[in-house]
């Protein structure tokens, strides 16, 4: 039987991106191929379960709440496909909606699950934030994927972040989904005068651009929950 390893699940308001405010019910999957500098879920603890019983483990978080979005979330989920492929389509017939977070570079993954996700809150790893390498392919391809659905686009921002290669994520964005909201996160552990005025500068410059371009904190992390 197939099992995935799972390290937290949890009800808790959005913090991030878009839907900022909404409530959901979090499912954190362990394990990613990336590492970026900023990253704030590092994580080593886990439980591993079938699709039905993280399904039943989801409900008894759920209890009588009212949520019907699940947060499929990190860690990459998208590195347990084989799993999803079986435990999506459950859980869509359970009459929950679908909130993929993902660092956006695991084009065949999603495509082969986007049928049975709703909305896409999707990374743009930039070089000079992540310490990490350039993903600026894989995350062009992911983006004419995530399209088909209701996705849009986070870019983590930090004092180290370059121009350079801010444009080469909003560029991305232009030409793939110019109608996408574009989300400038900054890091939260570096808030501060320094990184306000590098969040101004790069949102004139996208908006030039891209119209629906954001500024939005972590604010669940502002305001002290989980």
């Not at 993280?54 to 709440?65: H, N, P, V, Y």
């Not at 989920?77 to 909130?99: A, H, Q, T, V």
């Not at 209701?150 to 991305?172: G, H, P, Q, S």
Request: glycine letters at 4%; hydrophobic letters at 40%; aromatic letters at 10%.
């Amino acid at each position: 039987m197939i099992k995935a390893k799972i390290n937290d699940i949890f009800v808790s308001i959005q913090g991030e991106g878009k839907f900022v405010g909404d409530f959901q019910c979090f499912v954190r999957f362990l394990d990613c191929n990336l590492s970026c500098k900023f990253c704030d879920t590092k994580i080593s603890t886990y439980t591993e379960f079938t699709p039905d019983e993280l399904i039943s483990k989801i409900k008894e978080a759920i209890g009588k709440t009212d949520v019907k979005t699940i947060s499929i979330t990190g860690g990459e989920p998208l590195l347990y496909r084989d799993f999803l492929l079986e435990f999506l389509p459950r859980l869509k017939s359970g009459g929950f909606k679908i909130y993929l977070e993902t660092n956006g570079v695991l084009c065949d993954e999603l495509f082969d699950l986007i049928d049975n996700i709703d909305i896409v809150s999707m990374d743009i790893k930039l070089p000079s934030s992540t310490l990490d390498r350039p993903l600026w392919r894989e995350h062009e391809e992911f983006l004419k994927v995530a399209k088909r659905k209701n996705v849009f686009i986070k870019v983590i921002i930090c004092v180290e972040t370059t121009l350079e290669d801010f444009k080469k994520a909003v560029d991305i964005a232009f030409r793939i989904y110019p109608e996408v909201t574009f989300i400038l996160q900054p890091n939260t552990n570096q808030l501060g005068k320094e990184l306000t005025d590098k969040l101004l500068e790069f949102k004139i410059y996208s908006r030039q651009y891209l119209i629906n371009t954001k500024v939005i904190p972590q604010v669940h992390k502002l305001i002290g929950v989980k």
